[in-house]
């Protein structure tokens, strides 16, 4: 008769399983609370410790560490000295296991927890036994996912034995699964040391979606979480509309990203190629939707927007009545829920804007390589300007220049954002110098350039920068300050008496 090893920690399906386990003439060992539940359950089981021969001891901590566990689970079967060894110490083979592992994430997550339940709740027995089984998967079945029942039970009833293909496939799972879990437990205690970059680093994500494709059709791609998504795509309700893709994500991504630096503010975003197209804030939602869309009402077509209120039905009439791929917001009135919905494929996302960012870090892969840093949160304030032309900024050109910081930070090096009356008119990124992407935001910004503040990502090298300012009516400029040829800009400045503050700080995003 075969032998089939039982301890789950998701019991998900579990009696099914067994149940048909034992139709095909399957013994079954068990432990704890799986035992339990099979018994209950009328499923007759064997104990652990009746096949050890050794009690479970340290509060069930030691149980299935011994070598009539391990030696069933490692024998090659086709090895006459590993048969041997099994007969000579009284071992019998176990034909199948099913395990999975302690509840280490919801541990963790769980409100109000000690360190000292999060410990216990570090598995050493399940990991163990899934990595020796399924070392040996040419000759045993190891499962770990309640998913992967029927496939196992399917092959046992139409062949009597899983395909080795199929066993290869469980193994790689277990060990995806126990490499999962390690990395949680190194997070979790990497965190708790205070190590922000040690000597190695292991992330684990979960898989939320495969993707139709990446960047372009060509190219394949899918969607993965991190342990615990707060502030993210990941952790928002799609209520509307066709899958996200790839770009989509990406674009998502940075518009929620620029919405967390106006907490506090009615603000609306537009974004299209990760770049903000329009930024706004006003008394109202609609009022900061209004000033992201006159922003740029030509590149908005087919954008994303991220809002940090409801949407209401007159909003929802507005937003209609363009082409747009994705709303993301914290909720939808029914109305106009019903009103954007009947726009087929647009996406309609909700997620909670006062969430708090749980990564801290940011990961950048490169070929063969990660790179990780802080996430750029820095703020300022009023107080952390420095003034260093002859005319000082007004207090409404100390409002639009901090509003145009918060924007510049977003936008891809080189940077330069043109705002007045609380958004953004003129946006210049990702140009090879910086005076490229200035011509670049006041073409865009036009008339609307006169009497319009200027914001810049990084200091200028060369006072051209300010003279484009000058030539299109920018009253202020902030900027981070610090090139060996700073005077050159601040006597341009001075000369047109425009007002020039400096952060102390630059914000390069690559």
């Not at 060894?85 to 280490?104: M, R, S």
């Not at 893709?245 to 929620?256: L, M, P």
């Not at 954008?303 to 914290?330: H, R």
């Amino acid at each position: 008769m075969k032998r089939a090893l039982v301890s789950v920690s998701d019991k998900t399906g579990l009696v099914e399983f067994v149940s048909q386990l034992c139709e095909l003439g399957y013994e079954i060992i068990s432990t704890g609370g799986t035992k339990k539940a099979l018994e209950n359950a009328g499923i007759q089981t064997i104990g652990i410790s009746d096949v050890t021969g050794f009690p479970e001891i340290m509060d069930g901590r030691v149980k299935t560490l011994h070598p009539k566990v391990h030696g069933a689970l490692l024998c090659v079967r086709d090895n006459p000295a590993h048969v041997q060894a099994l007969k000579e110490n009284e071992i019998e083979y176990i034909d199948l296991v099913c395990v999975n592992l302690y509840p280490f994430k919801e541990t963790v997550l769980k409100e109000g927890v000690t360190h000292e339940e999060i410990i216990e709740n570090i598995d050493i027995g399940g990991p163990s036994m899934l990595r020796s089984a399924s070392k040996n998967y040419r000759y045993i079945p190891v499962i770990c996912d309640p998913k992967d029942y029927d496939k196992v039970i399917t092959e046992l009833k139409e062949n009597g034995e899983t395909t080795l293909t199929t066993r290869e496939h469980l193994a790689a799972k277990v060990f995806r699964h126990t490499a999962r879990y390690d990395a949680m437990i190194a997070d979790y205690l990497t965190n708790k040391t205070e190590e922000k970059f040690p000597e190695s680093i292991t992330i684990t994500y979960d898989k939320v979606q495969d993707l139709r494709y990446g960047e372009n059709p060509h190219q394949s791609a899918a969607f993965y979480k991190g342990m615990n998504p707060k502030y993210s795509l990941a952790n928002a309700t799609q209520l509307h509309g066709k899958e996200l893709s790839y770009n989509n994500i990406q674009d998502g991504n940075a518009a929620i990203e620029i919405l967390k630096d106006f907490e506090g503010q009615y603000a609306a975003v537009g974004v299209k190629h990760m770049n903000p197209c329009g930024v706004g804030i006003g008394n109202s939602i609609e009022e900061a939707w209004d000033k992201a869309y006159e922003a740029d009402p030509v590149s908005i077509f087919g954008g994303i927007v991220a809002l940090n209120d409801v949407v209401s039905v007159p909003l929802a009439e507005k937003l209609s009545k363009i082409f747009l791929e994705i709303i993301i917001a914290p909720d939808f009135e029914p109305e106009a829920f019903e009103i954007l919905s009947k726009k087929k494929n647009i996406r309609l996302m909700k997620l909670d804007t006062t969430l708090e960012v749980n990564n801290k870090l940011k990961f950048t892969n490169v070929n063969d390589g990660m790179l990780i840093q802080d996430m750029d949160t820095h703020q300022i304030t009023k107080e952390d300007l420095r003034c260093v032309t002859n005319r000082k900024p007004t207090e409404e050109e100390i409002e639009q220049l901090l509003f145009a910081w918060k924007v510049v930070k977003h936008v891809k090096s080189n940077a330069i954002v043109l705002v007045k009356d609380n958004m953004t008119i003129g946006v210049g990124a990702g140009q090879m110098n910086r005076v490229g992407s200035a011509k670049i935001a006041i073409e865009q910004a036009g008339e609307k350039a006169k009497s319009s503040v200027m914001g810049s990502d990084a200091f200028f090298p060369m006072p051209d920068t300010v003279e484009e300012a000058v030539k299109a009516g920018v009253t202020a400029i902030i900027q981070p300050g610090g090139s060996i040829k700073d005077q050159l800009s601040i006597d341009v400045c001075n000369e047109h008496g425009i007002a020039m503050v400096y952060t102390g700080v630059r914000h390069f995003k690559h």
